[in-house]
Nanobody, 114 residues
């Protein structure tokens, strides 16, 4: 059974940092491209980071230079390091596997506020 479990969210002040984790089970995450998304209240889900099976990465302009996606294949886990956080980064963050796009975790809440 494919499962994705996100963690690491919390309340942080503007300019702060958080590292999110996405623990995968039921498949080998290194064999799938992985993406992070976020969804703020009353907004559509938004793509925020991509990592390919070859380690290539891609980010939208809204987070480029502030967010970094990475993998730990030994732990079957994907990370999202978020620096210089802004109030507009407040959202529930989700990870998703390209091989199993229908599976979503519960997400992890990130709140950026002073």
């Amino acid at each position: 059974q494919v499962q994705l479990v996100e963690s690491g969210g919390g309340l942080v002040q503007p300019g702060g940092s958080l590292r999110l984790s996405c623990a995968a089970s039921g498949f080998t995450a290194s064999k799938s491209a992985m993406r992070w998304y976020r969804q703020a209240p009353r907004k559509e889900r938004e793509f925020v980071a991509f990592i390919g099976t070859d380690g290539s990465t891609y980010y939208p302009d809204s987070v480029k230079g502030r967010f970094t996606i990475s993998r730990d294949n030994g732990k079957n886990t994907v990370y999202l390091q978020m620096n210089s956080l802004k109030p507009e980064d407040t959202a529930v963050y989700y990870c998703n596997a390209e091989l199993f796009p229908q599976y979503w975790g519960q997400g992890t809440q990130v709140t950026v506020s002073s």
